[in-house]
DNA sequence: TGCATATACCAATTATTGATGGATTGAAAA
DNA sequence: TTTTCAATCCATCAATAATTGGTATATGCA
């Protein structure tokens, strides 16, 4: 009997493991990062705004939990999710966080929902009006992440040239702008810079990550 | 800039604190047991085999990050999911570890591989063959349980009472036994039993739980 | 070959969490 | 009202995790 006990807590153990990897805002902020595509430890490290030493070491613990897979290309070693399961998995733990945590409701809010402010929801209607032309689906994220996945239709411009790159848009249509996901800032900054040049801009919240689960 | 930081760093939090409910065995153990429907702090201590503080201070985190709610009624408390998005969390998480993590495999394999053991996978037609009565779905999880939530066509027979009411089972057919998931070790109790009096007895792994995922 | 770069590994420190025992609350039963 | 039972709260101790600095390793380049 002692032993069936043993047996049930290394089960759930092992899935703890996994648990633990959600446990923490920072590998949180690099699974992010990783559902853009592969990275090195030095971009992950600039982009999340973390020691190189500490992202190194919380990547460790991806890798232990077999979450991702590294490969060594030249200097450098790039990291990348180890299935699309993973990319799933954070999706459905930062939506279940949006349904039950008012407090991260409330701080969304400050960041997608800016006077005027829109956020796009109904899906299929935004990929018939992409289709049709009638909207531009615009990804202000960097190029890489870009070619790496986008959403259908969708154009690139990364935030960073897009004040020199407006002329290349449209004035007479509207403007819908993504970047990595709710929590990513790209895109809101992309919306107040494209309304304060006169055009209509619309945040759209989902990342291709967010985009997959929504289809499957 | 300073500020954006911040203000992404509690996001992340936000989503970390979801996260740390499913990084301990115990709390997973009892979020497992949440699954199947609510229960008193006293039920969930013995059926997890952990003191009732402990159990208690568990529950507390659990509460703490809005995943369950609490009911009193007369000198209980009665513990539910707040969301049925608890629960395909929790069978996202353990399906993510089982397919990543091969240590869990392996001792997956102990409890519900005994040999000769089968482990049904094809849900549209063990609902077919059951609704045809070509075999018998059996739950064996406490009657509560079942009378909470069951699998179509099931029929319930808790383990404790099983080897009393053997003869309410035919023996001309195949006996699919199932329990609160597949970390639970009544179905595959339960299988060794039928198959020592001579039943076609098989462990489905699926409890209520993954099986509703599975629906979606 | 030697040097620079990217990243991992190791050790020490601090911060957080888990577990346990004792005291407390709130409802029900005597 | 007093007692009992279920469950929580609080304080403490032990265990674990996060962070940082120092050092080691592997690769590419001069």
Redesign the pocket.
């Known amino acids: 009997m002692k032993d069936a006990r043993k047996i049930k807590n290394l089960l759930y153990e092992q899935v703890a493991r996994i648990g633990?990897v959600f446990?923490?805002s920072?590998?949180l902020e690099l699974i992010e990062l990783l559902c853009q595509g592969e990275k090195?430890?030095?971009t992950l490290a600039r982009e999340t705004a973390i020691?190189?030493?500490?992202t190194?070491?919380?990547?460790?613990?991806l890798r232990m939990a077999h979450l991702v897979e590294?490969e060594?290309r030249?200097?450098?070693?790039y990291?990348r999710l180890a299935d699309k399961s993973v990319a799933d998995l954070w999706v459905q733990i930062h939506t279940l966080a949006e349904e039950r945590l008012i407090e991260l409701q409330l701080a969304l809010q400050k960041i997608a929902m800016q006077p005027g402010d829109l956020v796009a929801n109904d899906r299929d209607s935004l990929i018939k009006a992409a289709r049709k032309g009638e909207i531009v689906v615009l990804d202000v994220r960097p190029s890489e992440e870009y070619l790496n996945a986008h959403l259908p239709f969708a154009r690139s411009i990364p935030l960073e040239e897009l004040r020199q790159r407006l002329a290349e848009l449209p004035k007479d249509r509207s403007i819908v702008a993504y970047c990595r996901g709710p929590y990513c800032l790209l895109a809101a900054d992309a919306v107040a810079l494209l309304k304060q040049e006169g055009y209509a801009a619309i945040h759209l919240r989902d990342g291709v990550a967010e985009w997959a689960v929504a289809r499957a």
């Open positions: 633990k446990s923490s920072k590998r090195t430890v030095e020691s190189v030493k500490l190194s070491s919380h990547l460790r613990e590294t060594r030249g200097k450098n070693i990291y």
